[in-house]
């Protein structure tokens, strides 16, 4: 089980998330660096041991222009990047691996249409994360149908990585909710690389989500506060 942690950006700084509430988000104060500047979190980050990272363009994935010169940095910490800036056009990911990503995710919430996740797919292929964006269960932005109908489509389309994540329970410690969602997924398509995320509340969790079929969790505030340490690979999930 890999566990990836997560930087969310906002007007150049790293900032927490609560349940999707973006007006609210303030920034990150974490015993684990002393600043809420994105290059001493991913030191820190990277201090932990770990090697990979998601990191949300808030900014990018509102509509503002990606940072790439950030992202160029953040790599050059030796972080393989799994990068969030509200990709909407398929046209859109190279500049994002020209900057340094490692992976870019096509979020459901910003994305075009699902004939763009399938550009995509056929361009990048397993470099390409779909994430299925949610908020209280229902799917995002303009593709109709529920959660696991829509990751049916996706899956169509020629994804082979799924993140799993509700808004609604970022920040808010009370667990995912999507524990179902992933087991029906992984019984349905055993060789989906399957990502989950939003409101891991500590290390008892993560097992739970492994032994759902899930393959890495990324999290946020229980690694600042101390509810999931490292290392970050966790017992096999059996």
């Known amino acids: 089980m890999r566990i990836i942690p997560v930087m969310d950006l906002m007007a150049g700084q790293v900032v927490r998330g609560i349940a999707g509430r973006r007006a609210e988000y303030r920034p990150l104060v974490s015993p684990l660096c002393g600043s809420s500047a994105p290059l001493e979190v991913a ?7 770990f090697s990979e990272m998601y990191l949300a363009d808030l900014d990018a994935i509102a509509g503002a222009t990606p940072a790439f010169p950030l992202y160029s940095a953040l790599r050059d910490l030796g972080l393989r990047l799994l990068i969030d800036a509200g990709l909407r056009r398929a046209g859109q990911a190279d500049s994002l691996f020209a900057a340094g990503a490692g992976r870019v995710v096509a979020g459901l919430e910003t994305l075009a249409s699902l004939e763009e996740l399938e550009i995509l797919c056929g361009a990048f292929g397993p470099r390409v994360i779909f994430s299925l ?5 229902q799917p995002l932005g303009a593709i109709a149908g529920d959660a696991l109908s829509v990751a049916g489509e996706a899956l169509g389309h020629g994804v082979q990585a799924m993140l799993v994540l509700d808004l609604a329970q970022v920040g808010v410690g009370c667990g995912t909710g999507t524990e179902d969602l992933c087991r029906r997924l992984r019984q349905a398509h055993a060789s989906l690389e399957l990502l989950a995320g939003g409101g891991v509340r500590d290390a008892s969790e993560v097992q ?12 946020a505030s229980a690694l600042h506060d101390g509810r999931i340490s490292p290392p970050r690979r966790f017992e096999d999930r059996g």
Do not use: I, N, S, T
């Open 133 to 137: 964006d949610l908020k209280h269960g």
């Open 208 to 219: 739970r989500l492994g032994e759902a079929g899930v393959d890495g969790v990324l999290v």
């Open 43 to 49: 030191r820190a980050f990277r201090g932990l041991g």
